[in-house]
Structures are given as structure tokens and as C-alpha cells.
């Protein structure tokens, strides 16, 4: 349902982000964003003079090229619309990214290569919905294959040994909830799996066996 309605009020600021997720031919994946931030009405700049309502004071664009590991392999970044004429001239030091895999210490890793002056404050933000979309657009394709390719063996796609990528990212996916329970039996760790790991309706198949 949509948020409550508001009280009286006039808009003044519109940030807009977009990112797109491509796989590519060459095996990698590259994950695009854009962001621009506007006004509602129009003010003097110190450098790029006068700016009417709806000109960009951002408009940024960043490329990573990941691979299935999430591991960065190529940065491109570019500033068009900046409130300074050297804003764009950082846009360099994001190379330091390349290396780095998207994941668990990502943002602290981006801080600290690129946080305060040695970076450019909206590229970094831009860095945090594009890490999403990388998740977003990686891994259910890759999870796709693999089950697919499970099931054309006869093996069942949930038997893996390995915990999914997804287990534990948020409260629905804990390991202790009902989609981990329908999903991943096997990481399972709710409180209806016995003493041997097991789920117990596992437990009583396995009995029967």
C-alpha cells in the first residue's frame, strides 16, 4: 500500500537512481548506474552560473564489470553535471575498486578507499544500490543454471552442500525461517530440526528408509 497522505506541502529536491544490470557475451556482467539530482526552482551557482528549475546540479554515471564471483574487474565513472568544474577529475581513484568482490565488507572496503576527500561523495552512494543490483542480477541467473542443470542429472537442486548466496541476507531469508525451511532444507536451522540436523519430517523419511 502506498505511504499516507501527506501534509500540505511544495517539492524542492528530486534525486533519481537508476541502475541497470547486463550479462554479457564475454562470460562477465556489468552493472550500470545513473544518478542526477534537481531543483524546483532555479538558483545561481558559483561556478556554472544561473541553474533553472529541472537542470541537473548531478548527473553521474558508473560502470562495474563484475564476474560470477561478484569480483570487480573494471571500473568506468563520469561526471557530466557537477556544482565545480573539477568535481569529474576524481573520478579516477575509483579504480581502487578493481579487485574488490561485492559482498560482506563491501561498503567499509569503498569507505575506505574512496571515503571523504579521496573520493566523490555521490559516485561512493551510487556504489550502494549498485552493489543490489549486482546481487539482483547475478545470482538468480546463476541459480537458474544450477538447478536446471542439477535437475537434467537427477539430483535434487535444493541438495547442495553449499548455503545460498540469499541465506541470511535479511529476516525472511534467515536460516531459522520458513523460506530457508522450504527452500534449503539442508541449511535449515529452525527450531523443528533434530539432534542430528536434520528437519523432522527429514528425520522421519530418513527413519523410514
Known amino acids: 500500500m502506498p505511504l ?5 506541502r511544495e517539492p524542492i529536491h528530486t534525486r533519481r537512481v537508476t541502475c541497470q544490470g547486463y550479462r554479457r557475451a564475454d562470460g562477465l556482467w556489468d552493472i550500470e548506474g545513473h544518478l542526477t539530482d534537481i531543483k524546483s526552482y532555479g538558483f545561481d551557482t558559483e561556478e556554472r552560473g544561473r541553474l533553472e528549475p529541472g537542470d541537473p546540479i548531478h548527473q553521474m554515471w558508473m560502470r562495474l564489470t563484475v564476474d560470477d564471483q561478484l569480483t570487480v574487474r573494471a571500473v568506468e565513472a563520469v561526471t557530466d553535471d557537477s556544482p565545480y568544474g573539477a568535481c569529474g577529475s576524481i573520478t579516477p581513484a575509483f579504480q581502487t575498486l578493481v579487485g574488490l568482490r561485492i559482498g560482506a565488507g563491501w561498503t567499509k572496503a569503498v569507505k575506505t578507499r574512496l571515503g571523504g576527500p579521496k573520493g566523490c561523495t555521490h559516485l561512493v552512494e551510487l556504489l550502494g544500490p549498485l552493489a543490489t543490483t549486482a546481487f539482483q542480477t547475478v545470482f538468480p541467473i546463476l541459480a537458474r543454471e544450477a538447478a536446471l542443470k542439477a535437475k537434467a542429472e537427477g539430483r535434487d537442486p ?52
Open 158 to 209: 535444493r541438495d547442495s552442500s553449499d548455503p545460498p548466496v540469499l541465506l541470511n541476507m535479511c529476516h525472511i531469508l534467515a536460516s531459522d525461517g520458513d523460506v530457508a525451511r522450504r527452500n534449503w532444507p539442508r541449511h535449515y536451522t529452525g527450531a523443528d530440526r533434530d539432534a542430528d540436523g536434520l528437519d523432522s519430517k527429514e528425520g522421519n523419511r530418513a527413519a523410514a528408509d
Open 4 to 8: 499516507s497522505a501527506p501534509a500540505a
